[in-house]
């Protein structure tokens, strides 16, 4: 039996020294990312694949966009991986990021309940699709977050015609007044219900309502093919280019930030948009279906 | 610092202001606490007052029971609740889930087990000639229970409190049954978890001030009818 205390020590020892060397080694990349690329299960492959080449870890933080924007402005994360092209330049040309690549793109498709209530089937583009539910009073979950989801939602509802309102709420940074401004058609809590929740929640929230959603695709396709009892919302509308959901990767800069990893972030971001990076995107698969589409190198296989 | 600072100036500035989603969240959480709190105490005290003067033979069981209960993660809470509510529970058809209605069922059922047996002990520690006194000159049992009562006022109301100070502060119930729809189930700590997911921490430690602030005045109000009480 005295083995048995040998190898007890030994597993201390290990406890104490696995940490350790996986600290000591320095090829560690934090990343922040968005919820609904962490929950598609592509980062598990294309980490997985670029630590086996170059043996550089990526510790991943996903949060909503904004917080991963913020974690980024903060110096707190040495790449950011989102999608909110509008945002992400901006944030570049802040000088928070040193540069953009485009990536990929998802696409957006609007989900809602079989029996179609508002006719979204019948919608000639994505923001007639929206008008539709907004005429019928049906119930639209929004996500609500800041997300890059939730601010596509509120660049469709512009273009639909219906009347939005704006909330501003006035808060205080840095001493000065700022207002934060919140859009949204109808009356929040009647049949728009503005949640504040990540993709899945928001799911299955409209399926509990049977109410329709906008959806990224791949979260979409996990939630209704990959669970033993799939989501009961049907995709109603899809297609429209406007629905396409770009995704950039952006080393944060090394001038504003001196103690970020440029050097791994830039090799990770360059070997996203390169050959191998963009087979790996071109071929994955959710449930068997295609979900997300290579743009630095479109035709790759 | 200047964080801390630009927070509270933040909250000042949005009470001042009355900002209207801020009160229709303050309005929300109130509305939803005090009800599951009220509700909590109407059958809790007295099946913790029943406990304290009757001697059974599982009562120490009970008790241990109830304080494990007090323990209860409000998440297990969420999930157990949830799957009743949801369209594939027993009680889909009622259409209770992500309402008010639910987070009230929920925080009713976290804060039972803490009103019984904060009275309970409230009780237990008067000195029982108190009730018996009160027969023996002529009372009846609800008269002897009232006198009860009046002796152990302040620990009934401070189970009252840790209560309610246990639902205004909780979140998993409220975010899992509640469903954080802005305008109707949108409470204090869904909403400060949502500012801090946008990566705006400055509302969300107003938000936070805020919630203090409320929690004092509330408690402020209930000694106050305390002390009413005992004059």
């Known amino acids: ?301 | 610092m200047g964080f801390l600072i630009d927070s509270f100036l933040s909250a000042v500035s949005l009470l001042w202001s009355l900002d209207p989603d801020l009160y229709l969240i303050i309005y929300v959480s109130l509305k939803v606490s005090l009800s599951s709190t009220a509700i909590a105490s109407f059958f809790g005290i007295p099946v913790g007052f029943w406990i304290a003067l009757h001697e059974f033979r599982a009562k120490r069981f009970l008790i241990t029971v109830l304080n494990t209960l007090m323990a209860l993660p409000t998440v297990v809470i969420g999930l157990w609740v949830y799957a009743f509510l949801s369209r594939k529970g027993i009680l889909g058809m009622l259409d209770l889930l992500y309402t008010p209605t639910a987070m009230i069922i929920g925080q009713v059922i976290l804060i039972l087990p803490i009103v019984i047996s904060l009275t309970h002990s409230a009780v237990g520690r008067l000195d029982h000639r108190y009730r018996k006194t009160a027969l023996t000159l002529g009372a009846t049992p609800l008269q002897a229970a009232l006198v009860v009562l009046r002796e152990a006022r302040f620990g009934v109301m401070a189970a009252v409190i840790a209560a309610f100070g246990r639902v205004i502060a909780e979140i998993g119930i409220s975010m899992m049954l509640g469903g954080n729809a802005k305008g109707f189930t949108r409470t204090m700590t869904t909403a400060m978890a949502l500012e801090y997911d946008k990566g705006e921490f400055v509302l969300a430690v107003a938000l936070g001030l805020v919630l203090l602030f409320i929690s004092l005045s509330v408690n402020v109000f209930l000694h106050f009818l305390q002390g009413r009480s005992s004059a």
């Open chain 1, 1 to 301: 039996m005295s083995s048995g205390i040998g190898n007890w020590r030994w597993l201390v020892l290990l406890g104490i020294l696995l940490p350790l060397s996986a600290w000591g080694d320095g090829k560690v990349l934090k990343m922040a990312t968005t919820t609904s690329t962490e929950n598609s299960g592509l980062l598990n492959v294309l980490l997985s694949a670029f630590y086996r080449e170059t043996g550089i870890r990526i510790r991943v933080f996903a949060k909503g966009t904004g917080a991963a924007l913020k974690d980024g402005m903060d110096g707190n994360v040495d790449v950011l991986f989102v999608h909110a092209k509008e945002k992400e330049e901006k944030f570049v040309s802040d000088g928070f990021g040193a540069y953009r690549l485009a990536v990929m793109h998802n696409d957006f498709v609007i989900v809602g309940p079989s029996k179609d209530p508002a006719q979204v089937k019948k919608a000639k583009d994505a923001p007639d699709a929206l008008r539709r539910i907004a005429e019928t009073g049906s119930f639209f979950i929004s996500r609500g977050d800041d997300s890059g989801t939730h601010i596509k939602e509120q660049a469709l509802w512009k273009l639909t015609g219906v009347p939005l309102s704006t909330r501003s709420t006035e808060i205080i940074k840095g001493g000065k007044k700022k207002r934060r401004l919140f859009m949204y058609p109808g009356t929040p809590g009647k049949w728009y219900i503005s949640i504040g929740q990540g993709m899945g929640k928001t799911l299955t929230f409209a399926e509990e309502k049977q109410a329709y959603t906008l959806a990224d695709r791949g979260t979409y396709l996990k939630y209704k093919f990959g669970r033993k009892t799939g989501l009961d919302l049907e995709v109603l509308y899809e297609g429209d280019a406007r629905l396409f959901n770009p995704y950039g990767i952006i080393p944060v800069n090394p001038k504003t930030f001196p103690h970020v990893r440029f050097d791994l972030a830039d090799t990770f971001a360059k070997w996203l948009v390169g050959t191998q990076g963009q087979r790996l995107i071109a071929n994955y698969r959710i449930e068997g279906r295609t979900a997300f589409f290579p743009d630095a190198l479109p035709h790759a296989k």
